[in-house]
Nanobody, 117 residues
Framework: QVQLVESGGGLVQPGGSLRLSCVASGRFFSIARMGWYRQAPGKQRELVATISSGIINYANSAKGRFTISRDKDTVYLQMNSLKSEDTAVYYC??????????????WGQGTQVTVSI
């Protein structure tokens, strides 16, 4: 079983910063790609950023403000200059997780980020 646990969410004022972390644990050999997605109330889940073997992809809304990084089985999202429209539940995702039995994708439970005065 593979688990992803996010942390670092919270309440922050507009213009502030937060750093999200996601740690993957369990029985697996490797993870091809890790990333962050978010879902605001009443909206579909959307890509924020992904990272794999040095290839980084950002949503247009994240470019210039967010930075994704990865250290082995942990992925981070540094979010600066936060705006009210960044308010959402942020989910960690691991793609291409190679376990002894199979290869698949996994989601974390999500962490709430609220940007408000």
């Amino acid at each position: 079983q593979v688990q992803l646990v996010e942390s670092g969410g919270g309440l922050v004022q507009p213009g502030g910063s937060l750093r999200l972390s996601c740690v993957a644990s369990g029985r697996f050999f490797s993870i091809a790609r890790m990333g962050w997605y978010r879902q605001a109330p009443g909206k579909q889940r959307e890509l924020v950023a992904t990272i794999s073997s040095g290839i980084i992809n950002y949503a247009n809304s994240a470019k210039g403000r967010f930075t994704i990084s990865r250290d082995k089985d942990t992925v981070y999202l540094q979010m600066n200059s936060l705006k009210s429209e960044d308010t959402a539940v942020y989910y960690c995702k691991a793609d291409g997780v190679h376990t002894p039995l199979t290869t698949g994708d996994y989601w974390g439970q999500g962490t709430q980020v609220t940007v408000s005065i």
